[in-house]
């Protein structure tokens, strides 16, 4: 890259449809507050179930994270959406104590919500963009 001011990276996305789990505003100590929402994508005929644990981090996300979702109730609002999630990567983690597999190591699938296309709360359909998922 040398003699280039141009920065080069690689982008791998994934489009995905699924659900979303723990929809959350985290404040951190430093920084600013983001959003975060662990996904259930479906995946195959059966629709069997891939977990990710994303930060949302595009604009237009955002934007309907904070008008849509900002009062997301666990166990009660079902969210689906077909979105695409980029920067995939694995971390790996130690469940804590007070679980069955205290202390057992683990993995997380994470990355980052780039664009949403289609969003549903409850049995209402509040974005669409209109292209396929």
Same mark, same amino acid.
């Given at each position: 890259?040398? $003699?280039? @001011?141009?920065?080069?990276?690689?982008?791998?996305?994934? @489009?995905?449809? $699924?659900?979303? @789990? %723990?929809?959350?505003?985290?404040?951190?100590? +430093?920084? &600013?507050? *983001?959003?975060?929402?662990?996904?259930?994508? =479906?995946?195959?005929?059966?629709? &069997? +179930?891939?977990?990710?644990? =994303?930060?949302?981090?595009? +604009? !237009?996300?955002?934007?309907? *994270? &904070?008008?849509?979702?900002? @009062?997301? &109730?666990?166990?009660?609002?079902?969210?689906?959406?077909?979105?695409?999630? $980029?920067?995939?990567?694995?971390?790996?983690?130690?469940?804590?104590?007070? /679980? +069955?597999?205290?202390?057992?190591?683990?993995?997380?699938?994470?990355? %980052?919500?780039? %664009?949403?296309?289609?969003?549903?709360?409850?049995? /209402?359909?509040? *974005?669409?963009? $209109?292209? !396929?998922?």
């Amino acid at each position: 890259m040398s $003699g280039n @001011n141009n920065a080069q990276y690689f982008d791998l996305h994934t @489009n995905a449809f $699924g659900f979303f @789990n %723990r929809v959350r505003k985290v404040v951190p100590k +430093k920084g &600013e507050p *983001f959003w975060a929402v662990d996904i259930s994508a =479906c995946r195959g005929d059966a629709g &069997e +179930k891939t977990y990710f644990d =994303c930060n949302v981090v595009g +604009k !237009e996300a955002i934007a309907l *994270f &904070e008008q849509h979702l900002a @009062n997301f &109730e666990q166990g009660k609002d079902v969210v689906t959406a077909s979105l695409v999630i $980029g920067d995939l990567r694995v971390e790996q983690f130690t469940y804590k104590s007070g /679980t +069955k597999k205290a202390g057992q190591p683990g993995v997380s699938l994470k990355g %980052r919500v780039l %664009r949403i296309k289609y969003l549903k709360v409850n049995d /209402t359909v509040v *974005f669409n963009t $209109g292209s !396929e998922a």
